[in-house]
């Protein structure tokens, strides 16, 4: 299957030969599906926080003990998906065909004006005519242009306010002084990015660092991290052979946000806020915004004390008292159920190896028909329940009865999380030995107009986080808004 030279380019890229092999094993048999016992819903694994619960997290957060903090912020990639109908309705336009009035590309130079990105010297006045809509489309997308369609999410200007315009980064440096400054007036951000697009978040940022230090009296601290080739998976033809292109080498591709796991591994901070690069509001949103980050990261502490607190009294004297006790907690908060043990000491070493793991607190916002990951209970294999955020591509849809907890679902995961990275000796967790490495899925692309299949490693907040403690907790729907399509710039949430 690999010969020499093959092998050769698969060491140069970090990685080895077991671990290709293993996910051409994939590719030919599967991952097994999600074992599910239920939706997670407020009558079981979704905390509805009522008003004097807010009040507590938010003041517990303000008063913990905390060993640093920092924001992570997914923001690899090119934004072309984001204009994808863009690109759709210009090569119309450029073949002389015109657009209905509602299609996306009219409807945006039509609206034009209301977009962050617009000024008058680039874009004119709107008309309603095929050349005005494919001269805007082409100035939005082209080199000559703007240039949105090849440009990372992140350095896109995203809203406008009366003295400036901000990129999503920028947003995020202004969330960042609002609910994730350190002691010592410092604010911590590690941006996952693309290499190529290094010297262009470099400009966005250099662009208001200074100044909102400035103006907010903060000092930010900003970490751009790589995906690492290594974690890159290797694609196969449509019959599980390794993919190779023109010139007979092999094809390797990006494993997806699950390889993230690798970067948040190295952050040093004990409490880290994941939010994506897309899902910033409008200033005017940033109460919320802040109010609930706060409530995720006291609900986090709370946790995290009480684990550390059954933990330490499980080194001390681990009476069958206490045992009852942590295993009530495992079901009720976290809805950890754990099998019969034959020993008395079997059933402590499995109530420590469930306590002693990374946390995580997730908000969940209401199922209003957004797309996204849901909140699930699942079976694990060792016969343990847990809370997970599953994908619909991990779930059996020839199954009935995971196909009706897909129905009875009520919320969604609008990936809006934050971590505790410490044990309760203060040491860091290795990450990534809390994955399931059964928890990738397979998609369908193409290369150079040959179709392909890609192979995704678990989801950072999937498959990459399935052996964490994790909580979920009711959010409000205004603090999820993301931009996936350029038109969702003009929702009121992205308007000033």
């Known amino acids: ?17 077991r671990q290709v092999k293993e996910q051409i094993d994939h590719f030919k048999n599967g991952f097994p599906w999600m074992k599910i016992v239920g939706p997670a819903t407020p009558d079981r694994g979704i905390r509805v926080l009522t008003r004097e619960s807010v009040r507590e997290a938010m003041a517990y ?3 913990a003990d905390i060993h640093g ?105 202004v969330e960042a002084q609002e609910y994730m400054r350190n002691a010592d ?14 010297a262009l978040f470099e400009e966005a940022i250099g662009a208001v660092k200074e100044r909102y230090e400035a103006r907010y009296g903060v000092k930010y601290n900003i970490h ?9 998976t290797i694609a196969v033809d449509p019959e599980n052979k390794p993919f190779r292109k023109a010139d007979g ?12 796991i690798y970067n948040l591994n190295k952050v040093e901070d004990e409490l880290v806020s994941i939010k994506n690069i897309d899902n910033v509001a409008h200033e005017k949103l940033l109460p919320v915004t802040a109010q609930y980050k706060q409530v995720l990261m006291g609900v986090a502490l709370q946790l995290r004390d009480c684990i550390f607190s059954y933990l330490r009294q499980l080194d001390q004297n681990p009476t069958v008292q206490l045992c009852n006790e942590v295993e009530d907690f495992l079901d009720k908060q976290l809805c950890v159920q754990i099998p019969l043990a034959h020993s008395e000491q079997e059933r402590i070493q499995m109530l420590r190896s469930k306590l002693n793991r990374p946390i995580r607190v997730c908000g969940m916002v209401r199922n209003e028909g957004e797309p996204g990951g849901g909140p699930y209970v699942i079976a694990g294999k060792d016969g343990c329940t847990s809370l997970q955020i599953l994908e619909s591509v991990q779930i059996n849809k020839a199954d009935e009865g995971s196909m009706t907890a897909m129905s009875r679902a009520t919320h969604f995961n609008p990936v809006d999380l934050v971590c505790c990275l410490h044990d309760y000796k203060g040491n860091k967790f290795d990450l ?13 692309k193409s290369f150079e107009g040959r179709e392909l299949k890609a192979l995704e490693l678990p989801g950072l907040w999937n498959g990459a986080m399935s052996d964490w403690n994790t909580l979920f907790i009711e959010v409000p729907i205004e603090t999820f808004n993301p931009v996936k399509v350029v038109m969702d710039l003009l929702r009121p949430a992205h308007q000033g």
């Open 224 to 232: 751009f991290t790589f995906q690492d080739k290594a974690t890159d």
């Open 432 to 444: 990534t030995r809390y994955v399931d490495p059964q928890a990738g899925f397979i998609s369908s």
């Open 61 to 63: 957060y303000q008063k």
């Open 69 to 173: 903090k920092s924001k992570f912020v997914p923001a690899s990639g090119a934004a072309s998906r984001m204009f994808k109908d863009m690109f759709g309705g210009l090569a119309k336009l450029e073949d002389g065909e015109d657009l209905p009035q509602d299609a996306p590309g009219a409807r945006l130079a039509a609206r034009i004006k209301e977009f962050a990105f617009y000024t008058p010297e680039l874009f004119g006045e709107p008309e309603d005519s095929l050349a005005y809509r494919k001269e805007t489309l082409r100035k939005l997308l082209k080199e000559d242009g703007l240039s949105y369609g090849s440009k990372p999410k992140g350095v896109l200007k995203f809203h406008r306010y009366p003295q400036e315009v901000r990129t999503a980064i920028a947003e995020h440096l």
């Open 185 to 198: 007036g410092t604010c911590n951000l590690t941006v996952t990015i693309s290499p190529e697009h290094q």
């Open 249 to 260: 080498s092999l094809l390797f591709r990006p494993a997806g946000h699950g390889a993230l």
């Open 1 to 17: 299957m690999f010969n020499q030279k093959d092998i050769h380019q698969i060491e140069e890229r970090g990685a080895d030969l």
